[in-house]
């Protein structure tokens, strides 16, 4: 960036973040609330304190979404379960072009969304959040070091004297200010560490999900192959878009794509995508723990129960025998 106009302010960009003002100013906000807290606690003004308030601010906004999170899962599964009667009322108007066929499709298909309560939708909405979030952040924190040299007007909470303060804070002996191409080389070899780790933290969460938590129908072709492709060239764009973003904006990515990693984690692990491994090795851990909460409430085993249904089965058919009973005429009046 040039050190004497902040370019966000400009053209198309200076447009976008205008309408994102808001968003921005209650982050300064936020920011100085916890940095002002950590110091009520002892930390001291400028250092460790608006590092660590930049990561809580980072699990505030992820402990804010997670709600919308679940229900993203909870969509998803049952978009999933649908799969079949979607394909079934496609197929129906496979070749119909005409605008009646299509207007009567996507009306069975709003009923079928309605009726199982599913949003197609659903999903997108977290990341509809995250992404403005992200971008009020990196507009903040990106425009400080110009706030603290006199150059831009303040921005909420961040007045000249509280931009200078942040703007003091050092990491291992670099500024959260300064970017890779201003860092000295033990700066340089700082931000390319957190820039792998944030790499590395992308790399891991999309990989998983995608050994993990697809179904195994989908683990295959050429969309599966892109998807792979993908799995890689996503976290390598991290690698040009990092070194020009202030070392704040690192640390606030990193925290962010550390605590997405663990929550995708908990998600593969707790609410897999129906018919995925993931979803098979839940069940048998399901099993499992039923089995060992019976026995220790001293019940029979699953086992053991479904041997009981099978017996219980096995005596009605002996009772009631093989045939079905016919169904009795009724006697008409004369």
Avoid at 85 to 92: C, F, G, S
Avoid at 155 to 161: E, I, P
Avoid at 268 to 294: C, F, I, M, Q, W
Wanted: net charge positive; proline share 5%; aromatic share 12%.
């Amino acid at each position: 960036m040039n050190q004497n106009q902040f370019v966000l302010d400009k053209g198309f960009f200076g447009w976008f973040y205008r309408l994102l003002t808001p968003g921005e100013w209650l982050m300064t906000h936020i920011l100085n609330l916890f940095h002002k807290f950590l110091v009520l606690v002892g930390m001291p003004s400028i250092g460790v304190s608006w590092i660590l308030s930049i990561v809580l601010l980072v699990i505030l906004v992820h402990a804010c979404i997670l709600p919308l999170f679940i229900r993203q899962m909870k969509s998803m599964r049952k978009m999933q379960a649908l799969q079949p009667k979607m394909q079934h009322i496609q197929q129906k108007y496979k070749g119909k072009n005409d605008p009646a066929s299509k207007e009567a499709m996507s009306r069975e298909m709003t009923k079928l969304y309605q009726d199982n309560h599913a949003n197609p939708a659903g999903s997108c909405l977290p990341m509809l959040i995250q992404g403005p979030v992200f971008m009020c952040m990196f507009y903040t924190l990106s425009v400080i070091p110009y706030i603290a040299r006199g150059q831009h007007a303040a921005l909420g909470a961040f007045d000249r004297a509280t931009a200078e303060n942040f703007s003091a804070t050092t990491m291992f002996g670099l500024r959260v200010t300064t970017n890779f191409n201003e860092a000295d080389t033990s700066g340089k070899i700082l931000i390319g560490i957190f820039i792998v780790l944030m790499c590395a933290a992308m790399w891991y969460m999309q990989f998983n999900n995608m050994r993990k938590n697809l179904p195994r129908a989908q683990m295959e072709g050429q969309q599966y192959k892109v998807q792979q492709a993908m799995t890689w060239v996503f976290p390598l764009m991290y690698i040009f878009s990092g070194i020009t973003f202030p070392f704040a904006v690192l640390v606030y990515w990193l925290s962010n794509n550390v605590l997405s990693m663990l929550r995708s984690l908990w998600q593969v692990y707790a609410l897999p995508t129906p018919g995925s491994p993931a979803a098979e090795e839940k069940e048998l851990r399901d099993y499992r723990r039923e089995n060992e909460r019976r026995k220790a409430s001293g019940e029979i085993s699953l086992e053991e129960e479904e041997l009981v249904k099978a017996k219980e089965a096995a005596e009605r058919r002996e009772t009631e025998g093989f045939q079905r009973q016919q169904p009795q005429r009724k006697r008409r009046r004369k």
